[in-house]
Each structure stands twice: as structure tokens, then as C-alpha cells.
């Protein structure tokens, strides 16, 4: 079946660190792969996406790349800042049926002035 | 609306009552779909509607769990004869299609 793997939280980090966040998965066929963020005492925002592979999603200065051969999409960014502590979360969507995201348990990121 | 809209924010019941959680998603989404998020967990999908049928309903845990979407708008979800592991943040989103989802700020149910 479908499903997302990634790393547990939580991570600390200093401001400016660079940041990774592993994210894995098992599907059929060629998913689509997201990166939701979610701030603290708000809804899941889209933060980045990717719907073939070797594309790379990017925003806010955060990238990721849709890796076929090691079924990955790592969530990076070269230079955190505090505002960016919040739950991250992986997902995908497979490549029928498309409607039913599958999310992964998510990664809490905090940083430190 | 702006955005997904959810209500209440927060709801706090005694074990064994029926409670209502609403959505209202972004004016001209025609998809709309209802998630769970428990303490340290990954969201799990409940149930989606296009327009105002659901054509997948298997994610719904019990048959205490309901959910209807009507004039292609507001949804509620209907938990009866609540049981403390009901306890969770109830996400609903919304979207084009199946294009990108947009999601609410959740409903926090505390079962006791």
C-alpha cells in the first residue's frame, strides 16, 4: 500500500543552521509528493510540491526533489530562522484517485534565536 | 470565504454525547474532504465529497462517525456515543477538483 516515512522529531536547530528533514515513501504508479507546514495554532499550509520526478518543489527557501530511485523527498533549507519553528509534514497523493492524501506522523522543528 | 473555516475551535464532551463539527470551505471548492490528527500522530483521511456525494466513506473509523455536505458548501461531521479515543483534531479541506488542498484550522475534540 501507500505510505510516508518521516523522521521524528523533534529538531532543534540553531538560526541560520541548515535544515533537512527526511522524508521516505511506498506508493504504486508515480505520486504526487507535498510538503505541508503547520504554525503553531494554525491550519496545514501548503509549502512546496512535486508531481514527477527529478522536480524540484521550492518555497519560503525551502526545497525539495523528488527522487524516483531512492523514493525520497527531502525537505531542505541552507539558513533557518525562528520563524520557521513549526510541524512539518510529508504527503502524498497516489497516482490514481488522486483526491486522498497520504500524510506522514510529522516533524516538529524549533529554532533558536 | 477566504479560506476553510471550522467551528467550534475547540469542544470538550463527556463520553457518550453526540457532537457536531462544521466546515465551511473556500466559496467554489467542490471537493472537500475530513481528516483526524491524534496527539503525535499523522493525519488519517475519514471521508471525501464531491459536491455533495461522498464517493469514499472508508475511512470513517465506526458507524458512529457521519458525515453530510449539502448545497455543495457546509459539511458536518457527526460523532454519536462519543468514546475517549475520539479525543483528536478534526481537519477538513477543501479543493479544486483534485487539486492542491487547502486545509482549516481544525476542531479540537476532548473526550472525557
Known amino acids: 500500500g501507500n505510505s510516508v516515512t518521516q523522521m521524528e522529531g523533534p529538531v532543534t536547530l540553531s538560526e541560520e543552521a541548515f535544515l533537512t528533514i527526511n522524508c521516505t515513501y511506498t506508493?504504486?504508479?508515480?505520486?504526487?509528493l507535498f510538503w505541508y507546514v503547520q504554525y503553531p495554532g494554525e491550519g496545514l499550509q501548503l509549502l512546496l510540491k512535486?508531481?514527477?520526478?527529478?522536480d524540484k518543489g521550492s518555497n519560503k527557501g525551502f526545497e525539495a526533489t523528488y527522487r524516483k530511485e531512492t523514493t525520497s523527498f527531502h525537505l531542505e533549507k541552507g539558513s533557518v530562522q525562528v520563524s520557521d519553528s513549526a510541524v512539518y509534514f510529508c504527503a502524498l497523493t497516489p497516482s490514481s484517485g488522486t483526491y486522498k492524501y497520504i500524510f506522514g506522523t510529522g516533524t516538529r522543528l524549533k529554532v533558536l534565536a | 470565504g477566504a479560506g476553510v473555516s471550522q467551528s467550534p475551535s475547540n469542544k470538550v464532551t463527556e463520553k457518550g454525547k453526540d457532537v457536531e463539527l462544521r466546515c465551511d470551505p473556500i466559496s467554489g471548492h467542490t471537493a472537500l474532504y475530513w481528516y483526524r490528527q491524534r496527539l503525535g500522530q499523522g493525519l488519517e483521511f475519514l471521508i471525501y465529497?464531491?459536491?455533495?456525494?461522498?464517493?469514499?466513506k472508508s475511512g470513517l473509523p465506526s458507524d458512529r462517525f457521519s458525515a453530510e455536505r449539502t448545497g455543495e458548501s457546509v459539511s458536518t461531521l457527526t460523532i454519536q456515543r462519543t468514546q475517549q479515543e475520539d479525543s483528536a483534531v478534526y481537519l477538513c479541506?477543501?479543493?479544486?477538483?483534485?487539486?492542491?488542498?487547502?486545509f482549516g484550522p481544525g476542531t479540537r475534540l476532548t473526550v472525557l
Open positions: 506508493a504504486t504508479g508515480y505520486p504526487s
Open positions: 512535486a508531481t514527477k520526478a527529478d
Open positions: 479541506a477543501s479543493s479544486l477538483a483534485s487539486d492542491t488542498q487547502y
Open positions: 465529497f464531491q459536491g455533495n456525494s461522498a464517493p469514499d
